[in-house]
């Protein structure tokens, strides 16, 4: 899909746009409910019309902001859980540690990663692109810091 001429209408530091918006002889609108763009900002008054492309971007950092807090230790049962639950992603075992993502995204490119680290389990949220060794390294690293 082509989204370079596509605008959306998005309020700033929001996880999701408010609506597509079509140019038409009329104007922006909605295609789906088939407001005009008066009627969606009186609708939406903190939004603002913008292209699609730069609303991912957006709510790609909004989302990394809000869900990015760092590790969060859980317990053994957890950490066998999500492995079962879906099928794992980037799972690697080294016998002292291992790490793994869930293959269910959480939003964009945003994963729950999974690491252990000895006998200790740890969770955290952050970007699918990451290697299971750079995550059992940053899991490694708090370890270190406790």
């Known amino acids: 899909m082509n989204t370079e001429k596509l605008f959306c209408l998005y ?3 929001a996880l999701n746009i408010n609506t597509i918006l ?3 002889d009329d104007g922006l609108m909605c295609p789906y409910s088939k407001q005009t763009l008066t009627e ?5 008054p903190d ?3 913008i292209p699609f492309d730069d609303a991912v971007e957006l709510i790609q950092t909004a989302s990394r902001a809000h869900y990015c ?3 969060k230790e859980i317990n053994e049962e957890k950490f066998w859980y999500a ?3 879906l099928p794992p ?3 690697v075992n080294n016998g002292s540690s291992e790490a793994f993502h869930v293959s269910e995204r959480l ?3 945003l994963v729950d990663w999974y690491a252990r680290v000895g006998e200790r389990y740890f969770t955290k949220t952050d970007d699918c692109t990451l290697t299971a060794q750079a995550v059992i390294d940053s899991a490694a690293t708090e370890v270190q810091h406790d």
Do not use: H, I
């Open 107 to 109: 939003t964009g490119s």
């Open 47 to 49: 939004s603002k019309v």
């Open 11 to 13: 309020t700033q530091g």
């Open 83 to 85: 492995l079962e639950v």
């Open 89 to 91: 992603c980037k799972w």
């Open 22 to 24: 079509n140019k038409t």
């Open 69 to 71: 807090k760092g590790w």
């Open 40 to 44: 969606l900002l009186a609708e939406y």
